[in-house]
C-alpha cells in the first residue's frame, strides 16, 4: 500500500483483538477467544487466514505459547501490495520463529464488565525496529516507570505486543500496511529507535551519504575511464 492513510484490504477482516486486562485462560463457562483473522509476516511471506484460540481469550497469549507449527486455516496468500492472489490453501502450518510481524486489522476488544484485576499504570511509548526486510513502529506499553531499553532487551514474552502499527518494506518502501495491534518477534529485531520516524530529517547524516556515495561514483568513473583507454599496470 502505497499511503499511509490507505486501509487495509477489506476481504473478511473480521476479528476480536486480544482483550486488554483479561485473564490468559477464559473461564469454563465463557469460552476462548474462538476464531481469529490473522496476518503473518516474515522475509518473503505474507499470508492471512485464521486460527481458532481454543481456550484462550487474547490472540498474544496464544501465539507467545504455541509450539511447533502455527496452523492457519482458509489461509491466503498475499501480494506485495496486500491483495488476496489465487494462492489459497484449506489448511497452512506456519513455523513461529519465521514470522516477524503477527497483525490483526481491527483495534483492541473493550474490556469484559467481569473482568477483576489489578489496574496498573501504564505510559505508551513509540517504539521503532529494524528486521531484515522491515522497518516497524507502533506503540508499546511499559509499567510503572520502566524504561523502553528494558523492555525491548527482555526475553519474555517472544512476542512483543504493539498498537497503532505501521510495516514498512525495506526494499520498496511505498509498499506498507498497517495494523490497530500486532505482534513483533524479538528475535528478528535488528535495530531499535524510540523517536519516531521522520521522514526527510537526519540532515548531517543525509550530506555525509550523499557526499560517500558521489565519491564513490567518481572512483568507479575513474576506474571505468582508464580501462576504457587500453591501459593495464603492467603497461
Same mark, same amino acid.
Given at each position: 500500500?502505497?499511503?499511509? +492513510? ?6 473478511? !477482516?473480521?476479528? *476480536?483483538?486480544? +482483550? ?11 469460552? =476462548? +477467544? =474462538?476464531?481469529? /483473522?490473522?496476518? %503473518? ?7 492471512? =487466514?485464521?486460527?481458532? %484460540?481454543?481456550?484462550? !481469550? ?10 511447533? /507449527? #502455527? #496452523? ?9 501490495? =496486500? ?11 506456519? #513455523? ?25 499504570? &501504564? ?11 522491515? %522497518?516497524?513502529?507502533?506503540?508499546? /506499553?511499559?509499567? +510503572? ?24 518494506? #525495506? ?6 500496511? !498497517? /495494523?490497530?495491534?500486532? %505482534? ?23 550530506? &555525509? ?13 575513474? *576506474? ?9 599496470? !603492467?603497461?
Amino acid at each position: 500500500m502505497a499511503d499511509w +492513510g490507505d486501509t487495509p484490504p477489506t476481504f473478511d !477482516r473480521q476479528s *476480536e483483538a486480544w +482483550g486488554a486486562g483479561a485473564g490468559a485462560w477464559a473461564e469454563d463457562d465463557e469460552g =476462548g +477467544g =474462538g476464531e481469529q /483473522y490473522l496476518e %503473518l509476516i516474515g522475509t518473503q511471506m505474507w499470508v492471512a =487466514g485464521t486460527v481458532d %484460540l481454543g481456550r484462550f !481469550r487474547r490472540v498474544s497469549d496464544f501465539v507467545n505459547i504455541v509450539q511447533g /507449527y #502455527l #496452523l492457519i486455516r482458509d489461509a491466503v496468500v498475499l501480494s506485495k501490495e =496486500g491483495e488476496p492472489t489465487r494462492l489459497a490453501m484449506p489448511e497452512l502450518r506456519v #513455523l513461529p520463529d519465521d514470522v516477524a510481524v503477527v497483525g490483526q486489522p481491527e483495534a483492541d476488544q473493550p474490556q469484559r464488565s467481569g473482568d477483576e484485576g489489578t489496574v496498573i499504570a &501504564r505510559t505508551r511509548q513509540r517504539l521503532v525496529v529494524f528486521t531484515r526486510s522491515h %522497518l516497524i513502529d507502533g506503540d508499546v /506499553y511499559l509499567h +510503572g516507570d520502566g524504561s523502553i531499553m528494558a523492555f525491548v532487551d527482555a526475553t519474555d514474552p517472544k512476542f512483543i505486543p504493539m498498537t497503532d502499527v505501521r510495516v514498512r518494506w #525495506l526494499s520498496d518502501q511505498s509498499l506498507a500496511t !498497517r /495494523y490497530a495491534f500486532a %505482534l513483533v518477534q524479538r528475535s528478528q529485531i535488528l535495530g531499535v529507535a524510540t523517536e519516531g520516524i521522520k521522514l526527510g530529517s537526519g540532515g548531517a547524516t543525509t550530506s &555525509r551519504a550523499a557526499a560517500a556515495r558521489a565519491q564513490s561514483d567518481s572512483a568507479r568513473d575513474d *576506474e571505468a575511464e582508464a580501462s576504457g583507454s587500453g591501459f593495464t599496470d !603492467r603497461e
